[in-house]
């Protein structure tokens, strides 16, 4: 899809601490990527960053500060934030409510938000899912629906790979999480060593086209901005005037800066978000490809056919079939 961004270093992932998280998944996520790191010397892999794990919590002015772990102050917003998942009842308003603002401004600055089981109701309490999907646990669906009827709930869907907000349901699904992110970031090798090691279950490996890992690191706020309403909105009704003006920049200035910072046209950038939605269609419901190019933004179902086609090297129907072939990925 996009290559890797990241370059020779340290990828800071962090993990949220809040009362009643199960440490199960904080201490576990931390093993995860050690092996990660293990992995990559053992593969003798080049230019692949090192995973450092950080833990945060919030203090009593309502920021989130870390916890003492030795890394000293980050130097630039964390890659990407995880909020595990806990063995209690759901996590109660207001402690949701004093996270809002720290999780909005990490999150404005390029930070990935994900979160395993409960943990997406911190998410969806920040408002950074109003009109978007979300995987949730089945047993906690009808409350994440009621709570916040903006969210649009998957709780049939194991992980939700949004770009910039990742959500998965099961309680251990932060085993899945960590491979997905470890397939991001550090390449499929990777993740498939770092699970074979572990004997757990390999993230399974996506056909072409389904995993589209926006650029968010770049530091072109302007940029974010319409990268984050892109991936709000699915890219629809999204035109080069209508991006700029989000941007609050002029049209050739928008162009410049956007190909700068993700590596993409606008209109590829769109391509991509709006296809990499229609291959999370194609093996989770039943909709014909013509309902579907319509429900991702495409008037004519030939035009998204030969972009579907070009982007993931298959047709919607040769994409479905092979998900539904075992083994044919």
């Not at 002015?61 to 990407?80: K, T």
Request: aromatic share 6%; with cysteine.
């Amino acid at each position: 899809m996009t290559a890797k961004t990241d370059s020779p270093g340290n990828l800071e992932i962090g993990l949220l601490h809040y009362p009643g998280a199960q440490r199960a998944a904080l201490h576990g996520l931390s093993d995860v990527f050690s092996v990660a790191n293990r992995m990559v010397a053992e593969l003798g892999a080049v230019g692949l960053p090192q995973i450092r794990v950080s833990h945060w919590q919030l203090d009593e002015a309502g920021l989130l500060q870390r916890i003492e772990d030795g890394l000293g102050a980050a130097s630039q917003p964390l890659r990407v934030l995880i909020i595990p998942p806990s063995l209690e009842a759901a996590p109660p308003p207001d402690l949701l409510e004093r996270h809002r603002q720290p999780l909005c401004q990490w999150h404005g600055q390029g930070t990935v938000m994900a979160s395993v089981c409960i943990g997406v109701l911190f998410i969806a309490a920040s408002g950074l899912l109003d009109g978007r999907a979300a995987s949730s646990h089945w047993n906690y669906a009808q409350t994440l629906a009621e709570r916040y009827p903006k969210v649009h709930v998957e709780a049939n869907l194991p992980l939700l790979d949004d770009g910039d907000i990742i959500t998965s349901a099961g309680l251990m699904a932060w085993t899945e999480l960590a491979l997905r992110l470890l397939e991001r970031y550090l390449g499929a090798s990777v993740a498939w060593e770092t699970a074979r090691y572990l004997s757990v279950e390999p993230v399974s490996r996506p056909l072409p086209g389904a995993l589209f890992s926006p650029r968010l690191d770049h530091g072109d706020e302007a940029v974010l901005k319409v990268q984050h309403w892109l991936q709000a909105a699915g890219a629809q009704d999204a035109d080069l005037v209508g991006m700029a003006t989000c941007a609050g920049l002029e049209v050739r200035t928008f162009l410049r800066r956007f190909r700068a910072a993700t590596g993409l046209k606008p209109t590829e950038y769109c391509q991509q978000v709006r296809v990499g939605r229609a291959c999370r269609m194609l093996e989770f419901t039943r909709r014909t490809v013509e309902q579907i190019a319509w429900g991702v933004g495409y008037q004519d179902p030939g035009a998204f056919r030969k972009v579907f086609q070009r982007i993931t090297g298959l047709t919607p129907s040769e994409y479905r079939q092979r998900l539904a072939l075992p083994g044919s990925g």
